[in-house]
Nanobody, 129 residues
Framework: QVELTESGGGSVQAGGSLRLSCTASNYAHPTYCMGWFRQGPEKEREAVAFLYSGSKDTYYVDFAKGRFTISLDNAAKTLYLQMYDLKSEDTAMYYC??????????????????????WGQGTQVTVSS
C-alpha cells in the first residue's frame, strides 16, 4: 500500500509561484505512473500532469503546459509540482496520485488514461487576484 503525503500548498497572489511536494512510501511495484490532480470549488477533479517513474518522462494537460513542471526525486521518493504565474482559476485542492506499473518500460501518455488507486490527502492552493 503506497502512502502519499502532499505539502507545499498555501495562499499566493496572482502571478506568484508555489512548489508542491508529494512524499511516497511503501513502494511495491517496479515503477509507477504518478500524477497531480486538482479540484476547484464546485468543480470536478481534473488532471494536471503525469510522470512515469521509470523514465521520468512527463505529460501535461493543456492548461498546465508552460506554467507547471512535474518532476521526481527518486532518492527522496518525492514528486514535485512547480507552478509559475499562478492565476485565480488555479485555486483548488491539489492531490498527488500513483498507480503501479509491472514494467520498466512504459509510455507516459498511457499514464493519463490509468485509474489511480493511491491518493494523498491533498494540499490547498489559493490564488488571490
Amino acid at each position: 500500500q503506497v502512502e502519499l503525503t502532499e505539502s507545499g500548498g498555501g495562499s499566493v497572489q496572482a502571478g506568484g509561484s508555489l512548489r508542491l511536494s508529494c512524499t511516497a512510501s511503501n513502494y511495491a511495484h517496479p515503477t509507477y505512473c504518478m500524477g497531480w490532480f486538482r479540484q476547484g470549488p464546485e468543480k470536478e477533479r481534473e488532471a494536471v500532469a503525469f510522470l512515469y517513474s521509470g523514465s521520468k518522462d512527463t505529460y501535461y494537460v493543456d492548461f498546465a503546459k508552460g506554467r507547471f513542471t512535474i518532476s521526481l526525486d527518486n532518492a527522496a521518493k518525492t514528486l514535485y509540482l512547480q507552478m509559475y504565474d499562478l492565476k485565480s482559476e488555479d485555486t483548488a485542492m491539489y492531490y498527488c496520485a500513483a498507480v503501479g506499473v509491472w514494467s520498466y518500460i512504459y509510455k507516459v501518455v498511457n499514464c493519463s488514461a490509468r485509474a489511480y488507486n493511491f491518493w494523498g490527502q491533498g494540499t490547498q492552493v489559493t490564488v488571490s487576484s
